[in-house]
């Protein structure tokens, strides 16, 4: 009997134990580690890519048959660089007839002695005079409307340059608005070079007529009728020389052509778009920065500069320029968003970016040196608290903690934590405070 009620006895103990172990809490695997001193940056990461502040449209400066470009979209060109060329030979000719025209007038003032004036030219001349008042008074009113439609583009371009600074309007639009304000003061010029004219054509018809009704012995009105005609032509071959000047059209800066707009030689209107140059020493990097963070960002502000198109390992920019106001923009997701647009300046000698260039960007918007954090992914939130698991006497502690600047990968820790504190570094979904933890 006393066998078998030891044997019974002993079961029994072996299965309390067997019990125990089965039965009692298990803990918890998790990755820890300590509470350690780093550098934290915090930053806006975006996509960005690479624009030029400055280009240039090199267009038609007047009508006429456009000479074949030779030059194709990626040539690099210098300041002054003969670029475009229309035919000049009409201007040269009729260059070459004024200039003629003008060596008779001074041939005619040397030869006024031996010239008459005749009575008969009384009529002629009073016409002549009453022509060239009407002539005067039809280009004031062309150079009146001329000078209303240049200050009118001219406000128009100026309404476009403000849009695009606000990142409502595109570049392209600001290029259609100069050109249209160029294009303007062109007929205004000109409209006032026929104004002068014409002012030039009456006096010489009142010296016509100041001949036939003037001494037949003194000739001298003929010397200031033929002066004032030498004078009229000069004017009108100054025009053709502007024109001739002109004709040859030279890259404003040194840069890549961006776009080639005539394939072939042309005849085209004035204005009519040749060439793109961009200014590479404008080259700037662009990126859209969701509305509300924009307000963390501050001109000069530090900027890691990374990406494939990066061949350096701490490329850095700076902010150059935030945008007052912000856009809608819709993303990937086909979410609508507020953006705003912030431009960031680079070495351009230490990185050779050509425009387009897509690239990461992460604007740092506060730094903390030697501060004391854990890793990010070892905090979270539990109505608006911020907490962390310590681990103390093999338990996981829920510990309250401040949080001030934080990144993908570190929380600076402000209060809450002691240096060399071991915390879980990714707390389980089942983790609770209290909770047994073995490390992983």
Known sequence: MLKKYGGAMAGLALVSVIAYYALRPQPVIVEIGPVERVDVREYIAEEAKTRLADEYIIDMPDAGLLKRIELEVGDEVEAGQVVASMDTFPIEQQLAGIEARIAEAEAYMRGVDTQKPKEEDLDTAAVRVKEAEDAIQIAQRELEIARIAAE????????????????????????????????????????????????????????????????????????????????????????????LERAVMRAPVSGPVL??????????????????????????????????????????????????AITGEN?????????????????????????????????????NLRP??????????????????????????????????????????????????????????LEGLNEGDTVVFEPENDLEDGSLVSPR
């Open 152 to 243: 009118d583009a001219e406000k128009e371009r100026k309404r476009v340059q403000d849009l695009v600074a606000g990142g409502v309007a595109s570049p392209r639009d600001l290029e259609v608005a100069e050109r249209a304000s160029k294009s303007a003061n062109e007929q205004r010029r000109a409209a006032e070079l026929s104004l002068e004219t014409a002012r030039k054509g009456r006096e010489i018809a009142a010296l016509g007529e100041s001949r036939v009704t003037g001494s037949v012995d003194d000739n001298e009105y003929l010397r200031e009728a033929y002066r004032a005609q030498a004078e009229s032509l000069r004017a009108e071959a100054q025009i053709a020389r502007d024109r």
């Open 259 to 308: 776009d080639k707009f005539v394939k072939d030689s042309a005849t085209l209107v004035p204005g009519a778009p040749l060439l793109r140059i961009g200014d590479m020493a404008s080259a700037e990097i662009e990126c859209d920065v969701l509305s509300e963070e924009a307000g963390r960002i501050q001109p000069g502000n530090s900027v890691a500069l990374l990406g494939k």
């Open 315 to 351: 490329a850095a920019g700076a902010v150059k320029q935030i945008y007052p106001a912000a856009f809608t923009k819709i993303s990937s997701l086909g979410i609508e968003q507020q953006r705003v647009r912030v431009l960031i300046d680079y070495d351009r000698e230490e990185l």
């Open 356 to 413: 387009g260039t897509r690239l990461d960007v992460q604007i740092v918007t506060g730094e903390s040196d030697n501060a004391l954090a854990v890793p990010e992914r070892a905090t979270f939130r539990r109505e608006g608290q911020s907490y962390v698991f310590k681990v103390v006497g093999g338990r996981a502690v829920l510990t309250p903690v401040r949080i001030g600047l934080k990144n993908d990968t570190w929380a600076e820790v």
